[in-house]
């Protein structure tokens, strides 16, 4: 029996049984981008797989985040694909300094997710395709949703990056300093990005200040593993990160009505790093009838690691909203 994330047997049953599946049963691949960015990216396939899903990380994530996630996926029949956006996880970093969250463009991510796409659906061929993304893998997937031909049946957005929460701060204010500071740095070290204004490198943050999840086991897990495998750490995001994001989310809001097939966007009622009022706005451009918002009371940022109290629910839906297509 699967222990709860309350239990004592819980770590003990990760170490012994989900970790090990992941080391032993996922494999590891390359793939070199346009601009010989070298992005990694990972895949499980069972004997006689139900489904592909393809799953979208958030920032900051490694793959090895969703060992758990992948682990449940599995036992219900599917093959995961998960992918190491370029910049973060095993991917080739975007700066010399390997802690900053930076990227060129915003778009990079969409067509290397697009290229990943295509070579997961080439190792699992004639396989119902899923979606999965989370936060700003969800304004990547969104907007691969809407630009590119894919055969994604069904997709689930997990706290979605559809705009920054940005509290005390108007967002007009935001996307100024982000430009600015973007231009400056241009300007006075084109080959350095600067950290976005009070970032800094990858720390640590202690449970009780963190504001992704409620779970002290899985944010103890999360943060053992960043601390064993160091090359996975990133710091704060850089000011034309920051800016790019920005963009990004206007443009995956107005592209909306070209994504034609059903979303499930899942909201974590508690959630204080993206905003809320976006997912609600996109909710009513998405044009296929089955879409819907399911909010889950209560829960932080990341649903997937928050406690069961709000992950299962979290889980369940994603499973069920599977099964429909």
């Known amino acids: 029996m699967y222990p709860g994330d309350d239990d004592a047997q819980w770590r003990q049953f990760h170490e012994t049984t989900v970790a090990p599946f992941w080391h032993e049963q996922v494999e590891s691949r390359q793939m070199q981008c346009e601009d010989d960015i070298c992005v990694q990216w ?3 396939t069972p004997a006689k797989a139900r489904g592909l899903i393809l799953i979208s990380p958030g920032r900051l994530e490694a793959a090895l985040k969703y060992q758990e996630l992948l682990w449940q996926l599995a036992q219900q029949g599917y093959a995961v694909a998960i992918i190491d956006h370029r910049g973060q996880g095993r991917s080739d970093r975007l ?3 390997s802690h900053h969250g ?3 463009h915003f778009d990079d991510f969409v067509k290397d997710f697009a290229q990943f796409a295509k070579a997961a659906a080439e190792a699992c061929p004639g396989l119902p395709q899923y979606l999965l ?3 700003m893998g969800g304004a990547i997937g969104a907007l691969y949703l809407a630009r590119y031909p894919h055969n994604i049946q069904r997709a689930v957005l997990s706290a979605p990056m559809f705009g920054i929460y940005t509290p005390g701060r108007p967002h007009w204010l935001v996307s100024l300093i982000a430009r600015t500071g973007t231009m400056l740095n241009r300007l006075l070290q084109p080959s350095r990005p600067w950290y976005f204004w009070s970032m800094s490198d990858y720390r640590e943050v202690p449970f009780a200040e963190n504001q992704l999840t409620q779970s002290p ?10 601390a064993k ?3 996975l750490q990133l710091g704060g995001p850089t000011y034309n990160w920051v800016n790019q994001a920005l963009n990004a989310t206007r443009r ?3 592209e909306a009505p070209k994504i034609t097939i059903p979303v499930l966007l ?3 009622g508690a959630d204080t790093v993206v905003s809320q009022a976006a997912q609600h706005t996109i909710m009513k451009r998405l044009p296929h009838p089955e879409s819907r918002l399911l909010r889950i009371e209560g829960a932080r940022h990341e649903l997937f690691i928050e406690t069961d109290r709000y992950r299962q629910p979290a889980l369940q839906a994603l499973l069920e909203w599977f099964q429909k297509g």
């Open 102 to 104: 930076h990227v060129h």
């Open 229 to 231: 495998y160091p090359e």
């Open 266 to 268: 899942l909201q974590g």
């Open 42 to 44: 990972y895949l499980y």
């Open 217 to 226: 086991s899985r944010y103890q897990l999360f943060r053992d593993q960043y």
């Open 133 to 135: 993304a989370h936060s």
């Open 252 to 254: 995956a809001l107005r």
């Open 95 to 97: 700066s010399t300094h």
